[in-house]
């Protein structure tokens, strides 16, 4: 028997073409990747989304090129913990996953879909930039690779915007990851960088490694421009889907509840805070007696450790904390801390997350080194977006909050819907030793007997301590309410739930000047 | 031979380590008083304390030598 009806042959030539596209690039580059344990794209996305299959749009893009499947990117949308999501991954057996037109158009189309189904876009990364062949047809015009970071300016605080890195992201690709909420890179295979070494040797004199320069543990801990540092693309993938878990499709809709857990067994906050106000503890093991045990979604952990933000449940709710570390260089706030806060606050408060300030500060650093760097500017953006935000916002006064740390950490001024301190909390200008020498200097070098001066500067900081009494403060009114530490996550989950309804209207204008 | 460096400006409260001492990547080696709080300098790698660059009392500012280590 012949097999001649035209409906085979049809079915034939799409299958043919189609094994193609599946198949990628070259065997050479598949085994490349397989060296650097990476995935190729389409096993990236069988992990990624819940039930393996998606709808791709674009599959065909350059097909006649032969040698460019889908055009070096698989743009698709599929689901993702059963919510929509709509993703871009370059496939780096293809030209090293270097964007074209039709790359950049497909890209280009899948932001417009996620814009216009309002639902998360993931982008999965791993591209060596434009392919400078093509530039006139992908760079410079009004659909080319600029559209990209411009839909994702557009679409930032409407959708959930996240990206993996799997591999380079370079010169203006770069951006990508710089527009979205948060950036995953894998240690030792993603980077980023404007110029790579061999540029900043031949046009700087800089000789450099890539790893130095831009690799993922230098992002994730120095620039700050990465948020989690993950050993493989499989973590990468489930730390991904672990983050989404916290978030809204889009704006417009609340995060949802999720069954409560119980904290993590340990120590009562009570043993856990040091009494002597100057003596350093972990923050994080305060935390875990809050949360719900494995809630906690760490945000640039590695980077400006003196402030740690991340998004956690307490009773199944969902929260945004950011907590002063008294262990990491004393949780004085400093420049790169009040970016960390300032970003985590704008991306909690544009999806509806409240926010749970827990502050132990001693204030923001001060000296030539970080006036000279900026801190007054620095502190500008962090106490404007936490200003700003209209999410419920919660203070509770751990132990110390002294100076502009006080205003950081959503101070009374700032109208949190309440500002709850521990017995162990104080508030003031600055702590009492300061503040004795600050106003009393003159008489105490006055003094020449040694013993006569300690008993003086004693009496001085008794007072000062009896003036900035915590019953005092909130006899006062400054503060709403004081709470045992061993009630404080159960307060906090009442709390959290009376404000649900929270609807505070924005200011009549276009928007703020941002003081970045 | 690796190089701890201050990570804030700040006092020398005590040293921890001495030299030829061998210490362990996250020990506390130095405590610095800054801002009034005391601030515990861990070893980012271990190895044989070969140098004390500071002494009790003295000032450090961000990104100055503390201690250098060997293999």
Redesign the interface.
């Known amino acids: 028997m012949t097999k001649t009806t035209e409906t085979t042959g049809y079915n034939e030539r799409l299958e043919q073409k189609l094994a193609k596209i599946f198949a990628g690039g070259q065997q050479k580059y598949h085994e490349k990747m397989k060296e650097s344990n990476k995935l190729f794209v389409r096993d990236r996305l069988k992990l990624l989304f819940d039930d393996e299959h998606y709808a791709e749009d674009g599959r065909f893009a350059n097909v006649e090129a032969e040698d460019l499947p889908a055009d070096g990117v698989v743009t698709a949308i599929g689901k993702v913990n059963g919510e929509t999501v709509c993703v871009m991954a370059n496939d780096s057996t293809v030209k090293a996953g270097s964007w074209g037109s039709r790359t950049v158009e497909k890209i280009i189309r899948i932001q417009e879909t996620a814009e216009k189904m309002q639902v998360p876009m993931l982008y999965l990364v791993d591209s060596a930039g434009a392919r400078i062949t093509d530039q006139l047809d992908m760079f410079p015009n009004r659909r080319g690779a600029g559209k990209i970071f411009h839909n994702q300016v557009r679409m930032s605080g409407m959708v959930p915007q996240v990206c993996l890195l799997f591999g380079p992201s370079a010169a203006g690709g770069a951006y990508i990851p710089a527009f979205c909420d948060i950036v995953i890179m894998v240690d030792g295979n993603a980077s980023m960088y404007l110029g790579s070494p061999r540029m900043a040797e031949k046009v700087i004199g800089e000789k450099v490694t890539l790893e130095e320069m831009g690799g993922a543990r230098m992002h994730c801990t120095v620039s700050g421009v990465g948020d989690v540092l993950v050993a493989t693309e499989e973590e990468a993938i489930s730390e991904a889907r672990r983050y989404l878990q916290n978030f809204p499709a889009n704006f417009a809709i609340k995060p949802e509840k999720i069954e409560a857990k119980a904290a993590k067994a340990g120590r009562s906050l009570e043993a856990i805070i040091p009494e002597n106000q ?3 503890f972990d923050m994080y093991e305060l935390i875990d007696q809050l949360v719900d045990e494995g809630s906690f979604f760490d945000i640039k952990k590695l980077f400006a450790g003196e402030l740690i933000t991340g998004i956690a449940r307490i009773d199944g709710q969902v929260v945004g904390i950011l907590a002063n570390q ?2 990491v ?4 706030l ?1 420049g790169d801390s009040a970016d960390k806060g300032a970003k985590f606050i704008n991306l909690c408060d544009a999806f509806s997350i409240p926010l749970l300030f827990l502050a132990d500060v ?2 923001f ?6 006036e000279r760097a900026g801190i007054i500017r620095h502190g500008a953006k962090f106490i404007a977006a936490m200003s700003s935000a209209t999410v419920p916002k919660i203070s509770v006064i751990v132990r110390k909050a002294y100076g502009a740390g006080l205003y950081a950490m959503a101070g009374p001024a700032f109208e949190p819907d309440v500002c709850i301190a521990l017995p162990t909390a104080q508030i003031a200008v600055m ?1 009492p ?2 503040a004795v020498n600050a106003v009393y200097s003159n008489k105490i070098e006055a003094i020449e007997d040694p013993k006569e001066r300690l008993q003086y500067v004693q009496q001085k900081h008794q007072e000062y301590k009896e003036e900035i009494d915590i019953y005092r403060l909130a006899s006062e009114l400054i503060i709403d309410e004081i709470v045992a530490p061993h009630q404080l996550r159960s307060v906090l989950s009442q709390r959290l739930s009376f404000y649900e309804t929270k609807d505070l209207p924005l200011p009549y204008r276009k928007h703020p000047i941002y003081p970045v | 031979m690796k190089e701890l460096k201050a990570s804030m400006a700040g006092t020398v409260l005590n040293v921890l380590a001495a030299e030829g001492e061998a210490v362990s990547a996250g020990q506390a080696v130095l405590t610095i008083e800054s801002m009034k709080m005391e601030i515990p300098i861990e070893a980012e790698f271990g190895g044989k304390v070969e140098k004390i660059h500071v002494e009790v009392g003295g000032f450090v500012n961000e990104g100055d030598l503390l201690l250098t280590v060997g293999e």
């Open positions: 100057n003596a350093p008294p262990k260089k004393g949780g004085v400093f001693p204030g650093m001060i000296g030539t080194k970080v702590g030793e300061a």
